[in-house]
């Protein structure tokens, strides 16, 4: 069961279950709890990560010590590719938000692995484009977009991955804190969370903790273009 969460990733799309499996059994099984640090930003890199369960943060830190999160990663997600495609320093640190299971497997092996699997190969293009996609659109909202446009934006998209139904909206257990939150959408902590207790006033949603109810999503999602 635990390794169906893998099994979405793009390096088995396609692939028979034999194959996927023998991909599986040969990766290391680590167990790591909130706060443990994978890899640095700037360090040299010789190992892809994917995430079995639990959440990973990718973030960078300016040269005034200030940081700034990439994404927040879940199961079936992977990181750690870029310094094996281009090869040079980690581009950012990977730090386990809630307590994680994530299977490490060496570039050598992936290269191997492609070699004897070129479809796969396609699909890791696909999750390049997808991320670059992404990091495109989270640019242009950088310029283009207002604080709160920025937080009903990350909460429909933590929602994709970490959204579970519940009576009266989808709940999001992001499991960030207040300061991650502010680091994610790229603004203070104060206009994150005034934004927050602006959209609970209005009844969009409820806060609890290191979560969220999504109460009414079509008003994000409209907040949000
Ligand atoms: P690597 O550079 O080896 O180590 C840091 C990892 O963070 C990188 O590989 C990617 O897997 C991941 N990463 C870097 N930039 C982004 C981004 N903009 N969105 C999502 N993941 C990223």
Redesign the pocket.
């Known amino acids: 069961m635990a390794d169906d969460n893998v099994l979405t990733a793009p390096l088995f799309v396609g692939l028979d279950a034999e194959s996927s499996h023998a991909l599986i059994a040969s990766m290391k099984v680590i167990d790591v709890g909130r706060g443990d640090v994978l890899f640095h930003e700037g360090e040299p890199?010789d190992r892809l990560y994917l995430v079995r369960d639990g959440k990973i943060k990718?973030g960078r830190r300016s040269n005034d010590g200030r940081e700034n999160l990439?994404?927040v990663l879940g199961p079936g997600e992977m990181?750690?590719?870029?310094?094996l495609f281009d090869p040079g320093p980690?581009?950012?640190t990977?730090t386990v938000v809630a307590d994680a299971v994530v299977l490490e497997l060496g570039h050598s092996d992936l290269i191997r692995w492609l070699g004897e699997h070129p479809g796969v190969a396609e699909h890791l293009l696909q999750a390049l484009a997808q991320?670059l996609r992404?990091?495109n659109e989270a640019l242009a909202d950088l310029v283009f977009s207002d604080v709160p446009g920025r937080v009903a934006k990350a909460l429909l998209d933590l929602s994709t991955r970490f959204g579970q139904e519940v009576e009266d909206g989808i709940r999001v257990a992001h499991d960030l804190t207040q300061e991650e939150l502010a680091q994610l959408v790229g603004a203070s902590r104060e206009t994150v969370n005034k934004a927050l207790a602006d959209f609970a006033a209005r009844g969009w949603v409820r806060r609890e903790g290191r979560a969220v109810v999504l109460l009414d999503v079509d008003r994000l999602e409209r907040r949000a273009r």
């Open positions: 890199g990718l990439l994404a990181f750690g590719e870029l310094s980690r581009t950012a990977a991320r992404r990091t």
